[in-house]
C-alpha cells in the first residue's frame, strides 16, 4: 500500500473517532432473551400477534421490554434500548410521583421506524398507549444526534399520568430531556408557528424539528418565566399561563450570555470491585436563570437534592433532573449513586458516553450531571475529590492531596470534569510541563508514546505558544476506546504512534478549545475543528514535505466524499447545523475544509503574521469564550494587510478556498 493511501486510511479511524469529547466503547449490550411476546392491541390482529411472537425481550421492576431484531441490531435504535432498561424505572417512578399516580407494571413495545408501528397496530403515530391493556407502544427516531430518548420518554411521561396529554406538552417536556436542540435564532424567527397552531397541531403524528424545538423552548419559556413549579401544573393540568407571543420569540432567539459557577465539589467513593460508586456534588454561588436543571446519564440515579441548603423535591427523567425550586443565585447540592455493574453499552459508536466501570479502571466524566442553563456555564473553581478500593485517581488540575485535584479559571470557564481510577503507571516529561499516565502498555512502548507526544506539544507551544495549563496530562487506558481532551487532561487509547496525526489533532485541542473554546456563537463554532486539523497539517509540514501533501490531499478526498464534491457543502458558518444529523459530513466541512480556509488565509497574511497573531489571540483569550472578530483585527495588525471582507466571503461561502 502507497504511504498516501495508508496515511489516509490510519487517519480517518483516528480523526473519526475525535470530537469534542466523542468516545465508542466495543463492549457487550444488552442482550434479550427470544420470549414469546403476549398478543397486543387488537389491531395488531393475527398478523400481529406472529409478529411480536419473534421478538426479543427484556425486563425491568415496572416494566417488559419487546422489541424485534431490527431495534437489536441497530447500533443507535439499539442505545435507546439500553437507556429505557437502564433508566425507566427511576424516570417512571419519578413521573408518578409528580401526577399522584401509583406504578404499574407494563409492556413496553418498540419499533424500529413509524412505519413499522403503523404496519403491525394500524396506528400512524410515534407513540400511543393502551391504559386498559396497559401497554406502550412507541416508534424509534433513528437520528445519530440524539443521545436522549424524546420517542420514549414522552409515552412514559403518559403512562405515568394516566392520560393522554396535549401533544406541546408530551413532546415539549420529552425534547428538553434531549438537551438542547440545534436551530439557528433566525430558522427559529422564519419557521416557528403561532402558540394556537403549535397547541392544536398533531405533534405525534410524526418528528418535525422544528416543532418539536419550539414545544421544547415553549416548556422552557414557562419555566424561565414562572419558574418549576410552573412547569409541574402545566404537566399536571394540560393549561398554560398567559404567553406574550413576542417575549416567547425573543427569549427564544435570544443567546442566553453566561452564568457564573463559583465553586464545584465533586466527592466520590468509587469501588472497582462492584463496579459502582456514590457520590455528592456541590455548585455554589450560581447565577442563573429562575431555574436550573441538570441532564444525566440513565446510569445515575438520584437520591436527593438540596437549594441553599433545603431538601427540594425534583423531576428525575431519562437524562433530565429538575429541582422543583425556583433558582436565580445560591447553591446546589446533588446525591446520587452510579451502577456500571449490568450492560456496558448504551451508545452507538463514537456516540457519546459517560464513561466506564469496569473491575480494573473506572472512567467517568461529570458532564452528565451539571448544571443545564439557557446560559454557558463557566466555572471559576473545580475540586474532585475520590476514594476508591484500589488504585491511582486522576483529575483535572493540580493533585493538592491524595485522590484531590483542583482547577482553578479566575474568569470562568466552560469544559468537561475527567475522572480516572485505576492502577496507572506514571512518567514526566518537559520538566514537569507533561505528565504521562499509563496502563496495559509496557515501559517502553508508554515511553515512545510520550516522547511523541512531547514532540507534537513542542511544536505546538513554539508556534502558537504555550496552551493556557501550566501542567497537561496524557492518560493511556485500557479497555474503553477514547480520544477526548477534557481541560487539562488528554485521554488516548489508540496508538499514537500509527495514528500520529489523528494524535496531534487531540493534542492541538490544548490550545483549541482548551485555552480558547467557541461555544455560545454558533457561526463560529468550526473553529473548535478547524483549528485542531489545521495544527496537525502544520506539523505534518513540519515532519516532511510527503506526510504534509498525503494530509492535504486526504482532507480534501474526504471532503469531496462527504459532501458529494461541493453539492452538499455548507458555509463554515452554519456548519453545526449537520453536527447533530451527519457527523461525518460535518468533519469534512469544519475540520478539513476549515483547516484549508486558515491555510489560506495562511497564505495572504504570510506564515509568520498568522502564527504571531494566533499566540496574540491565544494569550488575549486565555480561558474565554474566544471571538473571531477580534482574530481577524489582530491578524490586520500584525500582516498589515486588509483580511476582514476576504475572511468573510471564506467563513459564508462554500466550496474549498
Not at 259 to 268: K, N, P, R
Not at 283 to 304: A, G, H, K, W
Not at 334 to 343: A, F, H
Not at 526 to 533: C, D, E, K, S
Request: a neutral charge; proline letters at 4%.
Amino acid at each position: 500500500m502507497e504511504r498516501k493511501t495508508l496515511l489516509g486510511l490510519l487517519l480517518i479511524i483516528a480523526l473519526l473517532t475525535s470530537t469534542l469529547g466523542c468516545i465508542s466503547t466495543s463492549q457487550q449490550t444488552a442482550t434479550g432473551t427470544k420470549t414469546p411476546a403476549p398478543t397486543t392491541t387488537e389491531n395488531a390482529g393475527s398478523a400481529g400477534s406472529q409478529v411480536y411472537r419473534n421478538w426479543y425481550h427484556n425486563s425491568t421492576r415496572y416494566f417488559e421490554v419487546y422489541y424485534p431484531k431490527e431495534v437489536r441490531d441497530d447500533p443507535i435504535l439499539q442505545s435507546k434500548l439500553n437507556i429505557l432498561i437502564l433508566g425507566a424505572d427511576s424516570a417512571y417512578e419519578s413521573y408518578s410521583k409528580l401526577f399522584g399516580t401509583r406504578p404499574q407494571k407494563a409492556r413496553i413495545y418498540l419499533y424500529p421506524s413509524e412505519k413499522a408501528l403503523e404496519n403491525i397496530t394500524g396506528k400512524n403515530v410515534l407513540w400511543f398507549v393502551d391504559y386498559k391493556k396497559k401497554e406502550i407502544h412507541v416508534a424509534l427516531i433513528n437520528e445519530t444526534g440524539v443521545y436522549s430518548i424524546l420517542d420514549v420518554d414522552s409515552a412514559l411521561l403518559e403512562y405515568a399520568a394516566g392520560r393522554k396529554l396535549p401533544d406541546f406538552i408530551a413532546v415539549g417536556f420529552g425534547v428538553m430531556d434531549a438537551g438542547r436542540t440545534h436551530l439557528s435564532p433566525q430558522e427559529k424567527k422564519e419557521k416557528y408557528v403561532s402558540m394556537d397552531e403549535l397547541k392544536s397541531l398533531n405533534l405525534r403524528g410524526g418528528y418535525n424539528t422544528t416543532l418539536f424545538a419550539e414545544a421544547k423552548d415553549l416548556m422552557e419559556y414557562i419555566a424561565d418565566e414562572y419558574g418549576p413549579l410552573a412547569l409541574v401544573e402545566v404537566l399536571k393540568t394540560g393549561r398554560i399561563p398567559k404567553i406574550d407571543w413576542m417575549d416567547f420569540m425573543k427569549s427564544a432567539t435570544t443567546p442566553g450570555g453566561t452564568a457564573e459557577i463559583g465553586v464545584t465539589t465533586i466527592a466520590m467513593n468509587i469501588s472497582l470491585e462492584r463496579r459502582k460508586f456514590d457520590a455528592v456534588v456541590d455548585y455554589s454561588n450560581i447565577t442563573s436563570q429562575p431555574y436550573v436543571f441538570f441532564q444525566r446519564t440513565p446510569r445515575l440515579n438520584v437520591e436527593d437534592i438540596n437549594v441553599d441548603n433545603r431538601r427540594v423535591g425534583f423531576i428525575q427523567g431519562l437524562s433530565l433532573v429538575i429541582p422543583l425550586k425556583d433558582f436565580k443565585n445560591g447553591s446546589v447540592e446533588i446525591k446520587y449513586t452510579g451502577d456500571y455493574s449490568t450492560m456496558e453499552k448504551i451508545a452507538p459508536q463514537r456516540s457519546h458516553v459517560e464513561g466506564r466501570v469496569t473491575e480494573d479502571m473506572a472512567f467517568l466524566r461529570m458532564e452528565f450531571l451539571r448544571p443545564m442553563l439557557k446560559s454557558l456555564e463557566l466555572f471559576h473553581i473545580i475540586e474532585v475529590r475520590v476514594k476508591a478500593d484500589r488504585g491511582t485517581v486522576i483529575g483535572p488540575g493540580e493533585e493538592i492531596a491524595p485522590g484531590v485535584w483542583r482547577i482553578t479559571f479566575p474568569h470562568g470557564f466552560n469544559g468537561v470534569i475527567p475522572v480516572f481510577v485505576g492502577d496507572f503507571k506514571k512518567m514526566e516529561l518537559m520538566n514537569g510541563r507533561l505528565t504521562v499516565y499509563y496502563m496495559g502498555i509496557g515501559d517502553e512502548t508508554a515511553k515512545r508514546y510520550a516522547n511523541l507526544t512531547e514532540e507534537i506539544l513542542s511544536f505546538g507551544i513554539e508556534h502558537f505558544g504555550k496552551p493556557g495549563y501550566r501542567r497537561v496530562k496524557v492518560v493511556y487506558p485500557r479497555g474503553i476506546n477514547i480520544s477526548s481532551e477534557m481541560f487539562d487532561v488528554l485521554a488516548y487509547s489508540y496508538n499514537p504512534i500509527r495514528y500520529k496525526y489523528g494524535y496531534s489533532y487531540e493534542v492541538a485541542h490544548w490550545w483549541v478549545p482548551g485555552t480558547v473554546i467557541f461555544t455560545s456563537n454558533v457561526s463560529q463554532y468550526w473553529f473548535n475543528f478547524a483549528f485542531p486539523a489545521y495544527f496537525s497539517l502544520k506539523y505534518a509540514e513540519n515532519v516532511s514535505e510527503e506526510d504534509y501533501i498525503a494530509l492535504r490531499n486526504y482532507y480534501i478526498s474526504i471532503y469531496g466524499k462527504e459532501t458529494d464534491y461541493g453539492i452538499r457543502d455548507l458555509p463554515l458558518t452554519e456548519a453545526w447545523k449537520v453536527r447533530c444529523t451527519d457527523i461525518n459530513r460535518y468533519y469534512a466541512i469544519a475540520a478539513y475544509r476549515g483547516a484549508l480556509v486558515l491555510e489560506k488565509l495562511e497564505d495572504v497574511t504570510g506564515k509568520e503574521a498568522f502564527y504571531k497573531s494566533l499566540r496574540e489571540f491565544f494569550e488575549e483569550y486565555r480561558f474565554r469564550e474566544g471571538d473571531l472578530n477580534k482574530f481577524v483585527a489582530i491578524l490586520e495588525k500584525n500582516s498589515g494587510k486588509p483580511v476582514k471582507d476576504r475572511f468573510q466571503n471564506l467563513t459564508t461561502s462554500t466550496g474549498l478556498p
